[in-house]
């Protein structure tokens, strides 16, 4: 069966400082992956996925993350984060066949 | 584009009572998804369709049942509430299997 683990409950970081969000991945044959944001109160949205091609994927709100095949991870990331990017950030992942599996979710807190 | 919506926004429901959940996108979006939300858990897919008039399991389908008459429409039904179905739901909808889901605003469900 296929998962999806991020590691981290919630993140720290100071305003300004680069930000990591880690998720590791298990899935058959080539993965689809994916990160979603979701705010307060809101549905998730769409921030970046990574299908095929250049390992580093550029998203939405100059979030990126880094395709690791070797490792299984696609680790989200940000050179310099904002009081607003604090949210609940959500990994997910497909394979051959299957459909889409969340992880459990990391809680951006971004403090100045 | 409205997008993705969900109605109602909030219900609160006795255990026993029976309610459906409507979902509608306005985006020509062939595949329709039901999640609940869980805190510690992530997202969980409870059914899904791949177009008009299909509908199929996903992880946690116990209890629920779905109907896609039109292709806009993806209706989520409880027949008989219980508290374990005390979460959040949110409706999606993808153009194809692996591209990126847009979500609704959710409906936040309490079985008492």
């Known amino acids: 069966a296929q998962s999806v683990a991020q590691p981290e409950d919630q993140v720290n970081v100071a305003e300004g400082n680069p930000l990591t969000v880690k998720c590791t991945y298990s899935?058959?044959?080539?993965?689809?992956l994916f990160w979603y944001v979701q705010y307060p109160n809101r549905g998730l949205q769409f921030l970046l996925k990574y299908i095929t091609g250049d390992n580093l994927v550029k998203g939405s709100y100059g979030f990126e993350a880094e395709f690791n095949k070797s490792q299984t991870s696609f680790h989200l990331k940000k050179p310099s984060a904002l009081v607003s990017d604090s949210a609940l950030y959500f990994c997910?992942?497909?394979?051959?066949?299957?459909?889409?599996?969340f992880g459990t979710g990391t809680r951006l807190q971004v403090t100045l | 584009n409205a997008g993705v919506t969900q109605t109602p926004k909030f219900r609160v429901l006795k255990t026993g009572q029976s309610m459906t959940l409507l979902c509608a996108q306005d985006m020509n979006h062939e595949y329709m998804y039901w999640y609940r939300q869980d805190p510690g858990m992530g997202l969980r897919l409870i059914h899904y369709s791949v177009g008009e008039g299909t509908t199929a399991k996903g992880e946690v389908p116990d209890g629920y049942n779905v109907s896609r008459l039109k292709k806009q429409n993806f209706l989520l039904g409880l027949e008989s509430a219980a508290p374990s179905q005390t979460s959040v739901y949110f409706c999606?909808?993808?153009?194809?299997?692996?591209?990126?889901?847009?979500f609704g605003p959710g409906t936040r469900l309490t079985v008492l």
């Open positions: 899935v058959s044959g080539n993965p689809y």
């Open positions: 999606a909808s993808s153009y194809l299997r692996d591209n990126e889901q847009f």
């Open positions: 997910a992942a497909t394979g051959t066949a299957s459909k889409l599996t």
